[in-house]
């Protein structure tokens, strides 16, 4: 009963921070403006997105996915190997797990539900910036039917790189660590690349991940992932 009592309430928390937090950070990036002020530092006087075709940050535009797609050929791996090597029939549900929060977070909700039907002007087309689009707020949907900017695809991609922490966590809380924090750092640079690219604003970055980071833990949830038992580890 006690054990009850407490893994409702972790189960809770581990939803309700990640929004809280969410809703903080875009909160204070309504109310600076610094969707518009990022992006103005960044475009500076001479009306030249410094991004645009220039190392790293169009390295990291081109490559942003790789380590996404190594995380998943791994696990499909995995799975397809499990189905003829016993040892491995007990990892097939933390592989489906890789698999479809992959098709969850970056694809379903990020790119096809908002991504593709939002609307929301990139930086580099609206009126501030030479474009021929109105600026508008992430919570607003825009008119820019074929140049869509909230979320962003690429970082969402990029975040994507967390998802081990969700299987590690319980088991191994030190290598969890280091995923989690290795996947925001990832995503964060390959935001900062798209934004130095006039491609995407600050709040679409934050959306990515924040969208992403929830539906792994909406995933982890339901696949009872953290009833798995705990060890020590170590990054």
């Given at each position: 009963m006690?054990?009850?009592?407490t893994f409702v309430p972790t189960r809770l928390i581990r939803l309700g921070?990640?929004?809280a937090l969410l809703l903080a950070c875009s909160l204070l990036i309504w109310v600076t403006d610094a969707d518009l002020r990022l992006s103005r530092a960044v475009y500076g006087q001479d009306g030249i997105w410094p991004g645009l075709d220039r190392f790293p940050w169009d390295l990291l535009y081109e490559y942003a996915n790789a380590p996404a797609f190594l995380?998943?050929?791994?696990a499909g791996g995995i799975l397809l190997?499990?189905?003829f090597v016993k040892y491995l029939a007990g990892q097939r549900k933390q592989a489906l797990f890789f698999l479809l929060m992959l098709a969850l977070g970056p694809g379903l909700v990020v790119n096809v539900l908002l991504k593709d039907h939002y609307g929301r002007a990139r930086p580099i087309d609206v009126h501030e910036f030479?474009?021929?689009f109105p600026f508008t707020q992430f919570w607003q949907p825009g008119t820019s039917s074929n140049n869509r900017s909230f979320p962003s695809g690429h970082a969402s991609i990029a975040f994507y790189v967390v998802a081990p922490w969700f299987v590690l966590r319980?088991?191994?809380p030190g290598q969890a660590s280091c995923w989690l924090a290795g996947g925001l750092a990832y995503g964060s640079l390959v935001g900062a690349a798209r934004i130095m690219q006039g491609g995407h604003f600050l709040s679409d970055v934050l959306w990515a991940g924040g969208l992403v980071y929830l539906s792994g833990e909406v995933l982890a949830q339901l696949m009872g992932l953290d009833r798995e038992p705990a060890d020590e580890e170590h990054c």
């Open positions: 006690n054990t009850m009592h921070l990640p929004i995380l998943v050929g791994a190997a499990s189905l030479g474009g021929q319980r088991r191994r």
